[in-house]
């Protein structure tokens, strides 16, 4: 196991920066508005440190790299909504019209029933997500088997 993690330690680092953008509003308020944009920023910039050069330590192609770029950026919606529905069924979701309060407090499974527009907006993320993930496994496994016969 500890091999494993030393051969993928970029791979690794690269996978957990994604999940750091979910915290950069967070940092807005120790380290200012500049500040946040600029961790933001290093983010994305060791994230194409590793498409360019890091992946090629660890044998992964440019493809393959790019195929995960976009696997982790469309992941990242759905731990945002799996975040905010966790946020409505502790703290609540309260409807609120373009102008003026409208509904009552909701809390609990009866928040994420009342949270339409978000569950319709998440459904259309997650779909994409899918489809986004199906084929990228469906591909790799079809590169593995060719890799496999030679």
């Given at each position: 196991?500890?091999?494993?993690?030393?051969?993928?330690?970029?791979?690794?680092?690269?996978?957990?920066?994604?999940?750091?953008?979910?915290?950069?509003?967070?940092?807005?308020y120790p380290?200012?508005?500049?500040?946040?944009?600029?961790?933001?920023?290093?983010?994305?910039?060791?994230?194409?440190?590793?498409?360019?050069?890091?992946?090629?330590?660890?044998?992964?192609?440019?493809?393959?790299?790019?195929?995960?770029?976009?696997?982790?950026?469309?992941?990242?919606?759905?731990?945002?909504?799996?975040?905010?529905?966790?946020?409505?069924f502790n703290?609540?979701?309260?409807?609120?019209?373009?102008?003026?309060?409208?509904?009552?407090?909701?809390?609990?499974?009866?928040?994420?029933?009342?949270?339409?527009?978000?569950?319709?907006?998440?459904?259309?993320?997650?779909?994409?997500?899918?489809?986004?993930?199906?084929?990228?496994?469906?591909?790799?496994a079809a590169?593995?088997?060719?890799?496999?016969?030679?």
């Amino acid at each position: 196991m500890l091999n494993w993690i030393k051969t993928h330690k970029f791979s690794i680092i690269y996978f957990v920066s994604f999940f750091l953008y979910a915290f950069t509003p967070a940092l807005i308020y120790p380290l200012g508005d500049y500040g946040a944009v600029a961790v933001a920023l290093l983010i994305f910039l060791f994230q194409l440190a590793y498409i360019i050069w890091l992946r090629r330590r660890e044998n992964v192609s440019l493809g393959r790299s790019i195929a995960r770029f976009f696997l982790y950026l469309l992941a990242m919606p759905n731990v945002w909504f799996a975040w905010y529905y966790i946020d409505i069924f502790n703290n609540g979701y309260t409807y609120w019209s373009l102008f003026n309060y409208v509904g009552d407090t909701y809390y609990g499974f009866e928040a994420w029933e009342k949270s339409i527009f978000e569950r319709s907006v998440f459904g259309l993320f997650f779909i994409v997500f899918a489809v986004y993930l199906a084929l990228y496994l469906a591909i790799s496994a079809a590169i593995r088997r060719s890799q496999a016969k030679k």
